[in-house]
């Protein structure tokens, strides 16, 4: 069993991050396991000198489930040009422990063509900062309209569904290859 840990970039509720993100649990291939992050709201700034004392539970909560989870898929917006700042500080307290050499993708939901670029821009190069993997077959646009979200709060659109689908299959597929050897 895969385990994949989804971490979706969004505050808001009902966004298409997270239904996004709900569509890649509910299309997930049979051997894979998807677990919702949902600490980000709950993560205090990111303060390195604090790294030096007992760091505060939601942090380490973020790092056991970065730890135990064979691959991430992130689902993110861009705010102001770049990555919102509450995901860009999971991030950063991330780097050291959870990320690095870990499996990981991303889908850009946005409803507009081209629309959050530079987020996931961003997003490649803290990635490639903290050493993390990044699967390029699961790092795809899936574009989401609010009106393709069902009462489910999963996105029914079937191209979009295929897209988060092939993503999860990326993922699955490279920690197969890693424990293969």
């Known amino acids: ?6 971490i979706n970039g969004s505050l808001r509720a009902g966004s298409t991050n997270g239904a996004t993100l709900s569509t890649a649990a509910a299309v997930a291939p049979p051997d894979a396991k998807a677990v919702l992050y949902e600490g980000l709201g709950g993560l205090p700034h ?3 000198d604090v790294e030096q004392g007992v760091l505060p539970e939601s942090v380490v909560e973020l790092r056991a ?14 705010y102001a040009g770049g990555l919102p700042g509450s995901f860009k500080n999971l991030l950063d ?22 629309g959050a670029e530079h ?31 069902g009462t489910d709060g999963t996105v029914n659109d079937p191209v979009a569904r295929e897209a988060i689908g092939a993503a999860m299959r ?10 293969a050897g």
């Open 46 to 48: 990111f303060n390195p």
């Open 170 to 179: 990326a993922l699955v597929e490279r920690v197969a290859q890693l424990r």
């Open 1 to 6: 069993m895969t385990t994949v840990l989804l």
């Open 65 to 78: 489930q970065l730890r135990a989870a064979d691959a991430v898929l992130f689902s993110t917006p861009e």
């Open 93 to 114: 307290w991330s780097v050291g422990d959870g990320l690095h050499a870990k499996p990981v993708g991303w889908v850009n939901s946005s409803a507009h063509a081209g």
């Open 119 to 149: 987020a996931h821009t961003a997003l490649r190069t803290v990635l490639g900062y903290v050493n993390a993997d990044i699967v390029e077959g699961a790092c795809c646009r899936a574009q989401v309209r609010r009106d393709s979200i």
